[in-house]
C-alpha cells in the first residue's frame, strides 16, 4: 500500500504543542503514513518540538486566536493545494468549532469523538463514541473517494510512542493568510480563559474531580491539595452540578456538555456517575471513585471504588501519599 499524506492539525497550549497532538503525529507515522503538521497561531520559535516528531511538511501561521468562520475558507484553499489524504486533529473545543465549517466547504465526510483509526485496502475505518458513550458505531469511509474526510479524535485515544525520528529534514513554510486583529475571537472567550499553573484538564496525566459531594466552594481547597500532593500532571476537575452551582468555572467541567478527558488516573470525589459526566472521562485509564453512597452508579464503572465520607478520605489520601514519597 502506497504511503498516504495525513495532515494532523496541532493544538497550541501557552506557546508549546499539546501532547494530544503529538501523539496523533507518532501514531500516524507508525502507521507508515507521512504526517504533514499544521500549526495554527503559532510562530516559527514554538516548533522545535513538532521538528522532532519527524513530520514531513510544516506549515505554521502566527496569528492567535482567528475567528473559525474568517479561517475556515482560507483553510479550504489550503487543503484544495494540498490535497491530504485525511485531515487528523484533536476533538477540541475549537477544532468541533473549526472543522465542520471546513467539512462543509469541502463537502467532505467529518467524524468526531472518534476512539480508533484504521486503513485497509479500499477504506479508512473508524470507530467512534455515540450517544454520550453509551455505545460505540464503526464507520467505514472509502479511501479512493477526492472528498477529504476529517477525523477529531478523542484526546489521547493513541499514545506517544518513543521513537527516535529518522527524517530531521523538515520543510517549514510560513503561510501568509492576511487576518486583522478583528478577525479574532470575541472578548467573552478569552475571559474565560483563566491562568492556572495546573496542566490543560484535556492533556493531563492525574485528573482530581468534585462533585456535588463537595458541598460548596470553600471545600475545593481540599482538591487542589490532593492535586498538589500527586504532582505538577495533575489537573482540577468539576461534574456540571458544580459548574452550573458557580463554584467552579465552566472551563473545569467534565462530560458532554464539558471536556473529555483520557488521563491516565481520574479520581472522582462526591460525583454520582451520571450517563453525562461518564461520556467525559469513560476512557480515563484507571478510575477511583470516593463516594459514600454504595449504590453511586461511579461504582459501576470505576477500577477503585472508595465508599465513605470524602471530607475524611481526601485528608488521609494525602497524608498517605506524603509519607510514601518522603
Ligand atoms: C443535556 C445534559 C448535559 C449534561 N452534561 C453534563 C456534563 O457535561 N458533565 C456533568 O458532570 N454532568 C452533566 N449533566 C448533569 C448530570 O446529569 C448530573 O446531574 C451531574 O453530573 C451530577 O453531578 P454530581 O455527580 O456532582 O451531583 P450528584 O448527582 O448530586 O451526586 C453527588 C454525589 O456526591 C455524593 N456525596 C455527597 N456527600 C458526600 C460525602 N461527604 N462524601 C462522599 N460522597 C458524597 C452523593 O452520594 C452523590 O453520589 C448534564 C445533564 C444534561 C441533561
Redesign the pocket.
Known amino acids: 500500500m502506497s504511503s498516504v499524506n495525513i495532515l494532523i492539525s496541532v493544538d497550541f497550549l501557552e506557546g508549546q504543542p499539546k501532547t494530544s497532538s503529538l501523539d496523533l503525529i507518532s501514531f500516524v507515522r507508525q502507521q507508515g503514513w507521512m504526517a504533514h503538521a499544521l500549526c495554527l497561531g503559532t510562530n516559527k520559535e514554538s516548533l522545535e518540538k513538532i521538528t522532532e516528531t519527524g513530520a514531513e511538511k510544516i506549515f505554521f501561521h502566527s496569528q492567535k486566536n482567528p475567528n473559525p468562520q474568517i479561517l475556515a475558507p482560507f483553510l479550504y484553499n489550503f487543503v484544495k493545494e494540498q490535497k491530504p489524504a485525511l485531515i487528523l486533529a484533536s476533538s477540541s473545543q475549537h477544532n468541533l468549532d473549526l472543522f465542520p465549517r471546513l467539512a462543509m466547504r469541502l463537502k467532505s465526510p467529518f467524524l468526531s469523538d472518534c476512539l480508533s483509526l484504521k486503513q485497509t485496502e479500499k477504506a479508512w475505518i473508524i470507530e467512534k463514541s455515540l450517544y454520550a458513550g453509551k455505545c460505540t458505531a464503526s464507520c467505514t469511509l472509502e479511501s479512493s473517494s477526492d472528498k477529504t474526510p476529517i477525523i477529531l479524535m478523542r484526546p489521547h485515544q493513541v499514545q506517544q510512542q518513543q521513537t527516535t525520528s529518522q527524517n530531521r529534514d523538515n520543510s517549514i513554510t510560513e503561510l501568509t493568510w492576511n487576518f486583522t486583529e478583528n478577525d479574532n475571537y470575541t472578548l467573552t472567550q478569552k475571559k474565560q480563559t483563566q491562568k492556572t499553573k495546573r496542566p490543560d484538564l484535556t492533556e493531563a496525566q492525574i485528573i482530581v474531580s468534585g462533585?456535588?459531594?463537595m458541598?460548596g466552594p470553600e471545600h475545593f481547597k481540599l482538591l487542589e491539595d490532593l492535586a498538589d500532593t500527586l504532582g505538577p500532571q495533575t489537573a482540577v476537575g468539576a461534574?456540571?452540578?458544580?459548574t452550573d452551582a458557580g463554584w467552579c468555572p465552566h472551563t473545569m467541567?467534565?462530560?458532554?456538555?464539558?471536556k473529555t478527558v483520557s488521563p491516565q488516573l481520574y479520581i472522582a470525589c462526591?460525583?454520582?456517575g451520571?450517563i453525562?459526566?461518564l461520556a467525559?472521562m469513560s476512557s480515563s485509564r484507571i478510575i477511583v471513585a470516593?463516594?459514600?453512597?454504595p449504590q453511586?452508579p461511579l461504582f459501576q464503572k470505576c477500577h477503585y471504588g472508595i465508599v465513605g465520607?470524602?471530607?475524611e478520605i481526601i485528608p488521609f489520601l494525602i497524608k498517605e501519599l506524603k509519607t510514601v514519597k518522603k
Open positions: 462533585g456535588r459531594g458541598q461534574s456540571r452540578a458544580v467541567q467534565v462530560g458532554q456538555t464539558g462526591g460525583i454520582s451520571a453525562q459526566h467525559g470516593i463516594n459514600k453512597d453511586a465520607n470524602l471530607f
